[in-house]
DNA sequence: CGATCGCGGATTTTT
DNA sequence: TCCGCGATCG
């Protein structure tokens, strides 16, 4: 029976996935697993909910799964129904945001949001608090609209309205006081933000007892990934569903549920944006769950499992995990000391040449930085190489202009309140609606607290004309759709808001008329794999129907599914191709062959993270994240001089580099520590002078190229940048590094200043006059010192 | 209304 | 260095 489900898990797997979800009283009982990484996490949290409703002791409308991310949720529906034959799509799995949407679409009169509320993204969040600012007439340089968006996501991440901030200044009191002014704002215009899905729906499930009651009841199961990554909001709200939360009297009227969590403190690099590890904690001290580590690795290879080990080691405050693994030790980790970027460039380009000979597909080749701006010169290296690859972290399908465009006409279709969908197009294309006409309905819809589209057709005079015609443009679509399926909405709207014609007359417009096409197809494949159409109630399973539950019409999901599914940001999937990506995109993936770069002070660790709490600790986890998406082969390069911003910096191998177990490394180069310009090396040095890149290169056009890069990306493609004909044979490196010697002091020397006392080099950059030095002073840390007028002295 | 210029900012990212 | 945004000009 079930016992086939469990056959291929190990013993700590098997543990996991069958830990008693009730204790010897009855009651319910939680588990923490903490799942190191490639110890096969998503298999253990799909495998338990399969073991639970296979035993019969849940029913698939009883469990609640939550994950981060879109791809996780979909992973885990697709291995479970692989797994029972169950049709997981009226199943309660998903990210915190869709589920919460889910939530709100069924109660938004408790919720108090109108049933056709939209979904602001990050860019409809800014550009709203812009307008907010602009209509308040606030000065935008004092009160920075970025900052204001940060402030009020992270508020609303702790769970706090505006009214509960505790504010200290005058600064923040008018920071309060624009985060109410935007909340009413997105109240008034029937929008909530990302982190409003979550916060709506926490205050609905606090305040709304009956709703509370009834989903309490019905999820006894609520299983979480990656709960090393949850908010303070997102902790909360899973304690108020799971009912666990403290602060309510007589709680268990419901009784409480098992909580399922699986997480890796060592994994936990998300803290910048309000992830806590904290969490884990807690969570142990207050649903005393089960606990079982599952240290058994299946991805990587003895020397890159012992250098991840030997690295996280590093940091105190761990739950404490060491990972093992029954593949040999494999090769060592290799490691680069190259003199210049270029030279690191050109080096992963022969390695990657070296290793696509010895039969290794060049997409289990992955490229890792810590920094985009990494990437340019990689990218360079590679184009000029002819080796394809492929770079992650791009423009997303749905965040494209030309396709936001479209989605905020149908936007203003379902809710014409959408005062940011109407602010983008209405002159979206041009239809001689000038900034006068627009401040007059603004200045019309402020007087009548009204959203700009009913203000617009209120206007007379020459803005009440051409406005009321948009208005009337908009209706008219509304109208003449009404009975359409949803990609013939789509494509009338396309069509007949001027998009496809504006697009079509504009030079470069080609590739966004196949973005708007391709939005048509997207429709049509939302449709069949949501189940709308003939038989909307096929993907309904037996109870489904509970009360309060509402079908919301295929155009409202469509852009719901918009909002919280930016879709795909690695373009050409299938090619043949390296991949490059940061190291925070890289987690849950694995490669038979990485490289790390730029591991060097300032860059990795970030410079910036040194001054955050607990900063170095992240980074440190950031790195044991990348060594650990090695299988077979582990590279990791540092380089003494790199340009950044436009300068060039000198920074000292990272100090990561000193924390790995020189057992299982191999230095290419000679390890150099404080001899910073010696190691020379066939990539390149400092005497060499090469031509610049501009010169004695030939440009090549897209459509030559297209065989390497994203055809779909906004991402400023190498090919419009430089292109090159020539063998890397003949790779020019050019050297940005002035002749050593300019500098009187060398990085690790130890120098004396008559205020900061003593300290040690640890950087230097610019030139002559404009010369500077990096030190770390024992008394008072890292400062950079103009050279020609610090008073700084040698010493031993 | 569109193009062009100049300024500031430049970890990391999902929803 | 270099990209994106906003203001300003023609």
């Excluded at 056709?116 to 969040?125: A, G, K, M, N, R």
């Excluded at 309905?441 to 402020?446: I, S």
């Excluded at 770069?597 to 440190?620: A, C, D, K, M, Y």
């Amino acid at each position: 029976m079930y016992s086939d489900l469990l056959a291929n898990l190990n013993p700590e797997q098997r543990e996991a996935v069958t830990l008693p979800p009730v204790n010897q009283h009855g009651q319910a009982q939680s588990a923490l697993i903490l799942a190191g990484a490639g110890s096969g996490k998503t298999r253990v949290l799909t495998t338990r909910i399969a073991w639970l409703i296979q035993t019969g002791q849940v029913s698939p409308i009883g469990v609640l799964a939550v994950t981060f991310t879109n791809k996780a949720a979909k992973e885990m529906m697709l291995r479970l129904s692989a797994m029972l034959p169950i049709n997981t799509r009226g199943m309660w799995i998903g990210t915190f945001h869709g589920l919460c949407n889910r939530l709100l679409r069924a109660h938004h009169k408790e919720a108090g949001l109108p049933s056709t509320f939209q979904i602001l993204d990050t860019q409809d969040q800014l550009s709203a608090i812009k307008r907010l600012l602009k209509g308040l007439k606030v000065d935008d340089e004092k009160y920075p609209p970025k900052q204001l968006q940060y402030f009020i996501a992270h508020a609303k991440e702790r769970g706090q309205r505006a009214r509960e901030l505790s504010v200290g200044d005058d600064f923040q009191a008018k920071m309060a006081q624009l985060y109410e002014a935007y909340d009413e704002q997105c109240q008034r215009e029937g929008v909530v933000d990302f982190a409003e899905l979550l916060l709506r729906s926490y205050e609905l499930l606090k305040h709304n007892e009956a709703i509370r009651t009834h989903y309490q009841e019905r999820f006894r199961h609520i299983l979480i990934d990656e709960f090393q990554d949850t908010n303070a909001l997102q902790y909360a709200w899973l304690k108020l569903l799971s009912g666990h939360d403290a602060s309510r009297i007589n709680v268990s009227s419901a009784g409480s549920s098992a909580v399922f969590a699986v997480g890796d403190d060592d994994q936990s690099i998300y803290a910048f944006r309000g992830a806590d590890v904290e969490n884990m904690r807690l969570y142990e001290q207050q649903y005393h769950p089960m606990m079982v580590k599952l240290e058994q690795n299946y991805r990587s290879h003895g020397h890159i499992l012992d250098t991840a080990n030997y690295l996280i080691s590093n940091n105190t405050d761990r739950l404490g995990k060491n990972l093992r693994t029954d593949a040999g030790h494999g090769e060592p980790v290799r490691i680069f000391d190259a003199p210049s970027d270029h030279a690191e460039a050109a080096w992963l380009v022969d390695e990657i040449k070296a290793l696509v000979n010895s039969g290794i597909k060049r997409t289990e080749i992955a490229l890792l930085y810590r920094s985009n701006a990494q990437s340019r010169i990689i990218e360079h290296a590679l184009f000029s190489a002819a080796i394809p690859y492929r770079v992650y972290g791009g423009l997303r399908f749905f965040e494209r202009a030309e396709i936001k465009h479209a989605l905020a006409y149908l936007r203003l279709l379902e809710n014409p309140n959408d005062d940011t969908s109407f602010s983008r197009v209405v002159n979206f294309p041009t239809r001689g609606i000038g900034a006068r006409s627009i401040e007059a309905v603004q200045d019309a819809a402020r007087a009548q607290n009204s959203s700009l589209y009913l203000a617009a057709s209120t206007l007379d005079g020459k803005a009440g004309a051409s406005l009321g015609g948009f208005v009337r443009l908009v209706d008219h679509m509304r109208e003449a759709t009404r009975h359409n399926t949803l990609p013939e909405t789509v494509e009338f709207v396309i069509q007949n808001s001027g998009l496809i014609q504006h697009y079509l007359s504009e030079r470069e417009g080609q590739d966004r008329v196949e973005n708007l096409q391709e939005l048509i197809n997207a429709a049509t494949a939302f449709i069949a794999e949501e189940g709308y159409g003939q038989d909307a109630t096929a993907a309904t399973l037996p109870g489904e129907n509970a009360p309060g539950i509402v079908e919301v019409s295929p155009l409202a999901a469509f852009l719901s599914h918009a909002s919280l599914e930016a879709g795909d940001n690695q373009a050409q999937a299938g090619q043949d191709a390296v991949q490059l990506m940061t190291v925070h995109s890289a987690k849950g993936l694995e490669f038979t062959s990485v490289f790390i770069t730029g591991l060097e002070e300032g860059l990795f660790p970030h410079e910036n993270s040194v001054n955050e709490q607990n900063g170095l600790e992240e980074e440190r986890r950031l790195m044991y994240v990348a060594i650990t998406r090695a299988k077979e082969r582990l590279y990791l390069s540092h380089t003494q001089s790199r340009m950044l911003h436009g300068q060039v910096r000198y920074n000292m191998p990272s100090r990561f580099l000193e924390e790995l177990p020189s057992d299982s490394l191999k230095w290419l180069t000679p390890k150099v520590k404080d001899a910073r310009w010696g190691g020379g090396n066939s990539y390149g040095n400092a005497g060499r002078s090469g031509s610049t890149w501009q010169d004695g290169y030939t440009r090549q056009r897209d459509s030559e190229t297209n065989d390497f890069f994203d055809s779909g990306s906004d991402r400023q493609r190498p090919a419009k940048q430089l292109g090159r004909v020539g063998s890397a044979s003949t790779t020019v490196t050019r050297m940005a590094a002035p002749p050593r010697g300019n500098y009187p002091f060398t990085i690790g020397q130890n120098v004396f200043h008559t205020k900061f006392g003593e300290g040690r080099v640890t950087g230097l950059e610019g030139n002559d006059a404009d010369a500077r030095a990096q030190v770390n002073f024992k008394r008072h840390g890292v400062k950079w010192l103009q050279l020609s007028i610090a008073k700084l002295a040698a010493i031993n």
